[in-house]
């Protein structure tokens, strides 16, 4: 306010004085009111960040924006903050202050530092096996976890690759919302290829990714062939066969020239051997090993000449059988036509 002093001289006039009051009174720490509802990157052009209010500040003060310690442009109404976001301003933090005078000086009170909440579409997906694919084994419980870059998190669905190469929908075994498939006690026919999509409900914008789930397992053997009668020093090929992942070593417990053929999971090793009286006696064994375990097969081979001798005492101990037969047959009947034999008729009396 102004305050005027005058002073009256009679006839000489009347003399004044002017001075001015100033009463100054210090605000209060500014309060700062983020927006809660978050904002969309699409639609930021007028969006309100926050509002900043300072109670019994005398005279009116100065009110400035900061974001990450940066001043802001000044705005028409001081008071409320509209600024663009993007995606990187998930992470940024805003302040308001107000600038005051106090005895000729320039004074500032600072609010708290705030964050809000930015929603944006995704623009990187990852899809991870866990644990690590490659210890995954048979029996294990394995999580597909689906991750994306966006806010809010997107709709996840999930699927397999199929042996006709057609991609199998498994979004009911999978936790659409948090981007987690849970495959329970994982076995061989659980490895391959899987897919995870994602479907933004603001843009709906859509990613995928892939990624190949590999279970191992030991070795089982499927298939053993051999010839089933072998003559000593004849020479023969001996096979096993088996199935596993990782590939497995194959040990034959005789000496011989051995090649390996892989077909997918499918191994099959072919031996080539000299038959011995050894390998007569003990027959061979193959066995399949990896970091999962092992398995292994013994074959057996016989001696086609102790099987030829075998099969002829079989042939002449029936032939005895027949002619023994005969011969009690023939011996019954002659005794019979002689009468030695009753014929079992009551009342029979000799012709």
């Not at 300072?54 to 005279?59: D, F, L, R």
């Not at 709906?204 to 051999?226: C, F, G």
């Not at 999971?265 to 006696?281: A, C, E, F, G, P």
């Amino acid at each position: 306010r102004t305050f005027v002093c005058q002073v009256g001289a009679g006839s000489l006039g009347v003399g004044e004085s002017h001075t001015e009051l100033h009463v100054y009174k210090v605000p209060e720490t500014p309060v700062i009111e983020p927006n809660t509802g978050g904002i969309s990157v699409h639609n930021s052009a007028n969006s309100q960040i926050a509002k900043c209010e300072s109670k019994n500040t005398s005279p009116p003060a100065n009110i400035t924006w900061h974001k990450n310690g940066e001043q802001l442009d000044l705005q028409e109404n001081p008071t409320t903050l509209f600024d663009p976001v993007t995606r990187e301003d998930r992470d940024s933090r805003y302040h308001c202050t107000v600038h005051y005078w106090l005895r000729g000086q320039r004074h500032a009170l600072q609010s708290q530092k705030v964050q809000i909440t930015v929603f944006y579409p995704t623009e990187h997906l990852k899809l991870q096996v866990v644990p690590s694919s490659a210890l995954v084994k048979e029996g294990d419980n394995v999580k597909l976890v689906c991750e994306s870059d966006g806010n809010p998190p997107p709709v996840f669905s999930f699927y397999k690759r199929g042996l006709d190469d057609k991609w199998q929908e498994l979004s009911s075994l999978a936790e659409t919302d948090s981007g987690v498939l849970t495959l329970h006690g994982v076995n061989k026919s659980s490895s391959g290829l899987y897919r995870c999509e994602s479907l933004d409900l603001d843009d709906m914008t859509q990613l995928e990714k892939e990624v190949e789930l590999v279970v191992n397992w030991k070795p089982r053997i499927v298939a053993i062939s051999s010839p089933l009668y072998v003559r000593q020093d004849e020479v023969v090929n001996l096979t096993c066969k088996a199935i596993a992942f990782p590939r497995p070593s194959v040990h034959w417990s005789v000496n011989g020239t051995a090649h390996e053929y892989v077909d997918n999971q499918h191994i099959s090793s072919n031996l080539t051997v000299r038959v011995s009286r050894d390998l007569l006696k003990a027959g061979a064994m193959c066995r399949f090993s990896n970091k999962m375990g092992d398995s292994e097969k013994h074959i057996q081979l016989l001696d086609q000449k102790t099987a030829a001798e075998s099969q002829g005492v079989i042939i002449v101990a029936i032939i005895v059988a027949i002619l023994v037969v005969a011969v009690l047959g023939a011996v019954i009947y002659f005794l019979h036509k002689k009468g030695k034999i009753p014929c079992g008729r009551a009342g029979k009396q000799d012709m």
